[in-house]
């Protein structure tokens, strides 16, 4: 294969997804240093890729602008344009959906390859990988993906570079919100996208408290209005309210927050996933997925499975009206949280 000068990485959402993909930007640079890396993603996971040092460009993807007709034929020009400014000598489409694949196929490119489980005829634009880790985590099946045009992969690592700006800015978060990040705490990522992904309240809430007992400080992150209605049902569950960030930080902020604490605890979601990627000690509780695949990488043994017969479903809701995590007690939780802290 000759040297590869130029890639592009088509992985656009979502944000835990796009995290699992980050080793790869790693191995490409530290293949081929001298090469030239461009990202398409969508908006919701822009910063987070501003972070990392490997990627050279990044072109946001607005998918909304092209769900209807006059939609696409209005947008569809300009963007075609902006990704043909560069021909690349390989195009690594790790989303493996038609909307990645319509973005592969307008790419110019003689090397264009997917992820093992591609979908929807993604698979007729890149050809899928099936590599040595076809089966296992995602983070490997992506990078068999980069091992496919050369790249050595040495060490699997999240490079994440939080400006210190952002850095100090968390420190004012935390004191506005009545705590000082300098004292030992955790986090707890209360929100998921699936409903069935997230742990009860009021097990959040127990854990809390214990956590205070600990004297440790339960810190609460994520965004939107469901981890809003989540955070205050646990405030009021709790003995002792735990720190509310909820929407009250961004990707940096949060990526800090994490590299800081002591440890995280929540469902099969973006901040747990950064967690892991940080090398934050990660207790992840499980249900419609499997660890195997979507576990804290790295740490797949300090992830909780509930022992239902009808785990690893991949159902967004479930059909039974089960709440699955429930099954994972807070004694579950607390025993591995012993035994990382």
Request: include cysteine; hydrophobic fraction near 40%; aromatic fraction near 8%.
């Amino acid at each position: 294969m000759k040297p590869i000068r130029n890639v592009l990485v088509v992985k656009l959402s979502a944000i835990g997804d796009v995290i699992h993909a980050l080793p790869v930007s790693y191995a490409i640079k530290e293949t081929y240093p001298e090469a030239r890396l461009t990202w398409v993603v969508e908006p919701p996971a822009y910063d987070l890729l501003t972070m990392d040092p490997y990627i050279d460009r990044i072109i946001p993807f607005h998918k909304k602008e092209f769900k209807s007709v006059g939609g696409f034929l209005s947008h569809i020009g300009p963007f075609r344009k902006l990704l043909q400014q560069e021909s690349y000598d390989a195009v690594l489409d790790l989303q493996g959906l038609f909307k990645s694949a319509a973005i592969a196929y307008i790419a110019k490119a003689p090397i264009k390859l997917g992820m093992c489980n591609m979908r929807e005829l993604s698979d007729k634009v890149s050809k899928p990988v099936i590599g040595p880790y076809a089966q296992g985590h995602i983070v490997e099946r992506y990078l068999d993906v980069a091992r496919a045009i050369g790249c050595r992969v040495d060490r699997v690592v999240f490079p994440l570079e939080v400006p210190e700006g952002e850095q100090e800015h968390t420190r004012w978060i935390f004191q506005q919100a009545g705590a000082k990040i300098e004292n030992p705490y955790v986090v707890l990522a209360v929100g998921a996208n699936w409903p069935n992904k997230r742990w009860p309240t009021a097990y959040f809430a127990r854990l809390s408290d214990w956590l205070y007992g600990q004297r440790l400080i339960p810190v609460i992150v994520g965004g939107g209005v469901t981890d809003e209605q989540r955070a205050a049902a646990i405030s009021q569950e709790a003995e002792i309210p735990p720190v509310n960030l909820v929407g009250k930080t961004n990707f940096k902020q949060l990526t800090w927050i994490l590299q800081q604490a002591r440890a995280t605890v929540g469902g099969d979601t973006g901040p747990v996933h950064l967690s892991a990627g940080v090398g934050t000690p990660t207790i992840m509780v499980m249900g419609p997925t499997d660890a195997n695949r979507n576990g804290p990488y790295g740490q797949q043994a300090n992830a909780i499975e509930a022992d239902r017969p009808c785990k690893y479903c991949w159902k967004r809701a479930c059909p039974k009206n089960i709440d699955c995590l429930a099954a994972i007690h807070v004694a579950d939780v607390i025993q591995k949280l012993q035994k990382v802290l």
